[in-house]
């Protein structure tokens, strides 16, 4: 076989791998699914430079400032209060108790939608002044209960809605999975077992405060870095290759993404009982009298997922949980994966993929923000 030969066959093989990788992803029948980014401009304003971790819970935001997010779906403007929130109004000059607390990451923070197109604005507008202390970056429940309790409980109010996005919370606090991928050095809390076999908090040795988010950037200049910089962003095969990867490397690394383990159907029991524990935590620390809330977030992924498997993950140990939290705590549960009779509905959940999120990003757009807005009356059985 000449030279030309081997070419045209490596050649065909990779346009093949590159076809059968395109009609899988659209079909969403790999483990990682992402669209390649090779149409999208490049722009400057990342919506980074406002984030900090210098504070007890993590990421957090610089006060009073003001910075820009482009993709190619949004460009909008974040803008952070007198106490680091999002928020363009001033907590420290609210006196009165009737106010809302919102909880979570960039669900309730509301990455790539204007501050007027967020859940919590949504509320502050038709219900009652709203204090959104949501925030991206990695922010998992155990930040939630830590920022309620230094900073958020300080300010007056009789509600709390926690917003638990199960793609990623299970991991967000667990220092196993941050080991494996490298991250140990940031200044953000994690969970534990101590000797007499309890959750503890804990941050890692070498993390160091910061004021300015260790934004991490995909390409660090090596050869590698470069290769897998051009795959991510120019080809479909990526999805391929990541997704063959997981598989191999299954074993060696328990926190691999799969279809089985993602999101609603997440079983590994060690995140579940960590990230349990501090929902609980953020409950007890709750004045019994307040009106409290968990909103339950699917991503397209997990929708995806619900389409095949129907509604079986609320016999699943976090679900069950949950349940029990709000039984105990007197919590309205609302799980956004279902529809308004609170039954699992493929017409829902396929207006949901199609109407709920952004076209180049995994979050919420204005109708998806609308929606749990929409959501929380209907269950709250309030008019809008």
């Known amino acids: 076989m000449n030279f030309k030969e081997t070419l045209f066959i490596l050649l065909a093989t990779l346009i093949l791998i590159e076809l059968f990788s395109l009609i899988a992803s659209k079909n969403n029948l790999l483990i990682f699914n992402q669209k390649p980014?090779?149409?999208?401009?490049?722009?400057?304003?990342?919506?980074?430079?406002?984030?900090?971790?210098e504070e007890s819970w993590g990421s957090w935001h610089k006060k009073n400032f003001i910075?820009?997010?482009?993709?190619?779906?949004?460009?909008?403007?974040?803008?952070?209060?007198?106490?680091?929130?999002?928020?363009?109004?001033?907590f420290n000059k609210i006196k009165n108790s009737n106010n809302a607390i919102v909880l979570g990451d960039s669900f309730a923070e509301g990455i790539g939608v204007?501050?007027?197109?967020?859940?919590?604005?949504?509320?502050?507008?038709?219900?009652?002044?709203?204090?959104?202390?949501?925030?991206?970056?990695?922010?998992?429940?155990?930040?939630?209960?830590?920022?309620?309790r230094n900073l958020a409980k300080k300010f007056p109010h009789d509600?709390?809605?926690?917003?638990?996005?199960p793609a990623n919370d299970f991991h967000d606090n667990d220092f196993n999975y941050y080991k494996i991928h490298k991250q140990n050095t940031r200044y953000r809390p994690y969970f534990r077992?101590?000797?007499?076999?309890e959750f503890e908090i804990f941050y890692p040795e070498n993390s160091v405060q910061s004021k300015e988010f260790p934004y991490e950037q995909n390409n660090d200049g090596s050869l590698i870095s470069k290769i897998k910089f051009f795959l991510k962003e120019y080809t479909w095969s990526y999805n391929f290759l990541r997704s063959i990867k997981n598989i191999i490397f299954k074993d060696k690394n328990p926190y691999l993404v799969d279809s089985k383990n993602f999101g609603y159907f997440f079983q590994k029991n060690f995140p579940v009982e960590g990230t349990m524990?501090?929902?609980?935590?953020?409950?007890?620390?709750?004045?019994?009298?307040y009106k409290k809330t968990i909103i339950i977030i699917p991503t397209q992924k997990d929708l995806q997922n619900i389409l095949t498997k129907g509604d079986s993950y609320k016999k699943l140990q976090w679900f069950q949980e949950l349940e029990d939290?709000?039984?105990?705590?007197?919590?309205?549960?609302?799980d956004l994966a279902l529809d308004n009779g609170d039954n699992f509905s493929k017409k829902y959940i396929y207006n949901g993929l199609n109407n709920w999120y952004l076209k180049c990003d995994g979050h919420w757009n204005p109708n998806g923000n609308m929606?749990?807005?929409?959501?929380?009356?209907?269950?709250?059985?309030?008019?809008?």
């Open 159 to 165: 509600e709390v809605i926690f917003l638990f996005l």
């Open 193 to 197: 077992k101590n000797s007499s076999n």
């Open 67 to 90: 910075t820009k997010h482009e993709k190619t779906c949004f460009n909008v403007t974040y803008k952070s209060n007198d106490v680091g929130a999002r928020s363009d109004f001033s």
């Open 277 to 289: 524990y501090y929902i609980q935590k953020l409950f007890e620390e709750i004045n019994d009298d």
């Open 37 to 53: 980014e090779y149409l999208k401009f490049k722009s400057k304003f990342k919506g980074v430079d406002w984030r900090t971790e």
């Open 114 to 148: 204007e501050n007027k197109d967020t859940f919590a604005y949504l509320l502050n507008k038709n219900y009652k002044t709203t204090l959104n202390f949501g925030s991206g970056g990695n922010f998992g429940p155990l930040q939630s209960y830590l920022i309620y």
């Open 325 to 334: 939290i709000s039984k105990n705590y007197n919590v309205r549960l609302i």
């Open 371 to 384: 929606m749990v807005k929409q959501k929380f009356f209907l269950k709250n059985n309030l008019n809008e």
